[in-house]
C-alpha cells in the first residue's frame, strides 16, 4: 500500500484556502485543481510499504507523535516548484517549523526499513494545482504574495493511504495525538 503521514488542516482552513484561489482558476484553465478532499501537509512520504510493515509502523509513529507538541499554523502566499517561471506544482506554504516533526515521522519509516528517498530540503506546503508541462506562474505566486490564512492548530497527525486511479483518493488509516505543549495553562 502507497502511504504517507500528514497534517490535515480543519474545514474553516480549506475554505479559506479554497476562496483566496478561486480567482486563479479561471486565469489558468491548464491547471489541474487539487480537490478539496485531498488537501495536506506532508510529513513523510513513505510510498510503496507492504503490508508485514504496517503493524510494526504504527507504535513508532504513535511515539513520534507523542514527542512534538501540538502547534500552532498558518497558510500563507503561494508558491511553485520548482520555481514560479518554470512551475509543475502551485502551493500555498506554512510559515511554521515543522522539520523536526517531519524528521522523526521519516526516522518511524526509516527504522522499519522503509526507503523514504528523502534526498530534498523539507518544505512545509499544500498543493492546491499541478500542471504537466511548465508554466509562468510568477503572475499567481504575486497576486497571493500577501495572502494570510487564519491560525489552526495542528494537534494530530495522519497515516494516510493513497488509492491510485483516474482520481487519487486518500484515506487515513490511523492518527495520533501531539503532546500538549509544555508550559500551556
Not at 500563507?76 to 511554521?96: D, E, I, K, M, S
Not at 521519516?106 to 534526498?119: Q, V
Not at 487564519?150 to 497527525?157: K, R, Y
Amino acid at each position: 500500500m502507497r502511504l504517507f503521514v500528514a497534517l490535515i488542516p480543519p474545514a474553516n482552513t480549506l475554505d479559506e484556502i479554497e476562496a483566496a484561489f478561486a480567482p486563479c482558476r479561471d486565469e489558468r484553465p491548464e491547471l489541474r485543481w487539487t480537490r478539496r478532499e485531498s488537501w495536506h501537509v506532508t510529513l513523510a512520504f513513505y510510498g510503496e510499504v507492504g503490508d508485514r510493515t504496517v503493524p510494526r509502523l504504527l507504535p513508532r509513529l504513535e511515539r513520534a507523535a507523542g514527542r512534538h507538541p501540538r502547534r500552532e499554523l498558518a497558510f500563507a502566499g503561494a508558491g511553485a516548484f520548482p520555481r514560479a517561471q518554470t512551475a509543475r506544482t502551485l502551493w500555498t506554504g506554512v510559515h511554521t517549523d515543522l522539520k523536526g516533526l517531519a524528521d522523526s515521522c521519516l526516522a518511524a519509516g526509516r527504522r522499519e526499513r522503509i526507503d523514504t528517498g528523502r534526498s530534498l530540503r523539507f518544505h512545509p506546503h499544500l498543493t492546491v494545482a499541478r500542471c504537466r508541462s511548465p508554466l509562468d506562474l510568477r503572475p499567481i505566486v504575486e497576486a497571493l504574495r500577501t495572502y494570510e490564512g487564519t491560525p489552526w492548530t495542528a494537534g494530530e497527525i495522519h497515516l494516510v493511504q493513497s488509492h491510485l486511479g483516474a482520481e487519487v483518493r486518500y484515506e487515513t488509516l490511523h492518527r495520533w495525538p501531539l503532546r500538549e505543549p509544555t508550559g500551556s495553562r
